[in-house]
């Protein structure tokens, strides 16, 4: 374990205390609001970018 933080440091150029985990934290968050008996909203979806369409059949 001592060998991947080690090279995380070193590739990444910061101390392992200073990256943290946003996924965590909000799972974390999402599981004590459900142990509190709170309903939990799903996030709204993000918007696509646009797109460019092509028609293959055009020549």
């Not at 909000?26 to 369409?53: F, M, N, T, Y």
Request: aromatic residues 2%; hydrophobic residues 40%; negative net charge.
């Amino acid at each position: 374990m001592q060998a991947a933080i080690e090279l995380t440091e070193v590739l990444s150029g910061l101390p392992m205390d200073a990256l943290h985990d946003e996924y965590r934290e909000a799972l974390e968050a999402a599981i004590r609001a459900k142990a509190e008996g709170l309903r939990l909203e799903p996030p709204e979806p993000a918007e696509a970018p646009p797109g460019q369409v092509v028609d293959l059949e055009e020549r």
